[in-house]
């Protein structure tokens, strides 16, 4: 199992994994995670500006950011994906968030597709930074994630059953990003008993695993958020995060 690192200027810890986002973050002692929604999505520039206002006016540092909740209009293509994450990474490296010697971005991320009336371009959908608590620790975010395996090959090479969206495949797909999910909770040291809202985002029909593949693991206890949106990446079916956060505001 991965390990954490610290983020010591954010004050939490978080799962080291590609350029564009860890793979998921945890509070350390002394903070806690508080997460902030947008009543409607807002241009990912203008959501950077009112990001820093929000974080700046808790008192906290810009380091303080530690997952972004992002939306776009269409999955991207590989090449498009990479693009974007270019551009996106930016903002952080001038937070003091993204290291661009070593590559290393602290900050989690989930970027999804609403199938109806998605965004002009991509925008902040929700954000969550640490703020001062005691004792803290206790609260954590994963990245989404769908069913794509790691490594550098093509998504398509990498895909659990590419371009298959039976029933069988479908729910071949939630259980390895349900897997995934575990493995990342497990690595920030807390399970589906922690968690207080689990997101599913997937335009196929969950029903026929609903039981079975999430409920009875646990992942739905305090039920099942279901976005009617597409992973970022075109082919990606299926992607899931959760969060175990106590304090949760819309603006």
């Given at each position: 199992?991965?390990?954490?690192?610290?983020?010591?200027?954010?004050?939490?810890?978080?799962?080291?994994?590609?350029?564009?986002?860890?793979?998921?973050?945890?509070?350390?002692?002394?903070?806690?995670?508080?997460?902030?929604?947008?009543?409607?999505?807002?241009?990912?520039?203008?959501?950077?500006?009112?990001?820093?206002?929000?974080?700046?006016?808790?008192?906290?540092?810009?380091?303080?950011?530690?997952?972004?909740?992002?939306?776009?209009?269409?999955?991207?293509?590989?090449?498009?994906?990479?693009?974007?994450?270019?551009?996106?990474?930016?903002?952080?490296?001038?937070?003091?968030?993204?290291?661009?010697?070593?590559?290393?971005?602290?900050?989690?991320?989930?970027?999804?597709?609403?199938?109806?009336?998605?965004?002009?371009?991509?925008?902040?959908?929700?954000?969550?930074?640490?703020?001062?608590?005691?004792?803290?620790?206790?609260?954590?975010?994963?990245?989404?994630?769908?069913?794509?395996?790691?490594?550098?090959?093509?998504?398509?090479?990498?895909?659990?059953?590419?371009?298959?969206?039976?029933?069988?495949?479908?729910?071949?797909?939630?259980?390895?990003?349900?897997?995934?999910?575990?493995?990342?909770?497990?690595?920030?040291?807390?399970?589906?008993?922690?968690t207080t809202a689990t997101q599913v985002y997937t335009r196929h029909d969950i029903h026929p695993f609903l039981g079975?593949?999430?409920?009875?693991?646990?992942?739905?206890?305090?039920?099942?958020?279901?976005?009617?949106?597409?992973?970022?990446?075109?082919?990606?079916?299926?992607?899931?995060?959760?969060?175990?956060?106590?304090?949760?505001?819309?603006?």
């Amino acid at each position: 199992m991965a390990e954490t690192t610290d983020f010591t200027p954010g004050g939490y810890r978080f799962i080291p994994g590609v350029f564009q986002y860890s793979a998921g973050v945890a509070a350390l002692p002394g903070f806690d995670l508080v997460r902030v929604r947008f009543h409607e999505p807002v241009p990912l520039l203008e959501g950077f500006t009112a990001v820093a206002g929000q974080i700046r006016a808790s008192g906290r540092p810009l380091t303080a950011l530690a997952a972004c909740e992002l939306r776009s209009p269409d999955p991207f293509t590989d090449d498009g994906f990479r693009a974007f994450n270019e551009t996106y990474v930016e903002t952080l490296a001038q937070w003091g968030l993204y290291d661009r010697a070593t590559r290393i971005n602290p900050v989690a991320r989930s970027n999804v597709c609403p199938l109806i009336s998605p965004p002009a371009a991509p925008a902040f959908h929700a954000f969550t930074f640490t703020v001062a608590s005691t004792p803290g620790g206790t609260s954590f975010v994963t990245s989404g994630s769908g069913e794509a395996r790691d490594g550098p090959a093509p998504y398509a090479q990498r895909t659990v059953r590419y371009r298959d969206t039976s029933p069988h495949a479908m729910r071949e797909k939630a259980r390895f990003v349900l897997e995934r999910m575990e493995d990342r909770l497990g690595t920030l040291g807390f399970s589906w008993h922690e968690t207080t809202a689990t997101q599913v985002y997937t335009r196929h029909d969950i029903h026929p695993f609903l039981g079975q593949e999430i409920v009875a693991r646990g992942a739905a206890r305090h039920g099942l958020i279901w976005h009617y949106c597409t992973p970022p990446i075109v082919d990606l079916e299926f992607e899931t995060d959760c969060r175990g956060i106590g304090r949760e505001t819309v603006i």
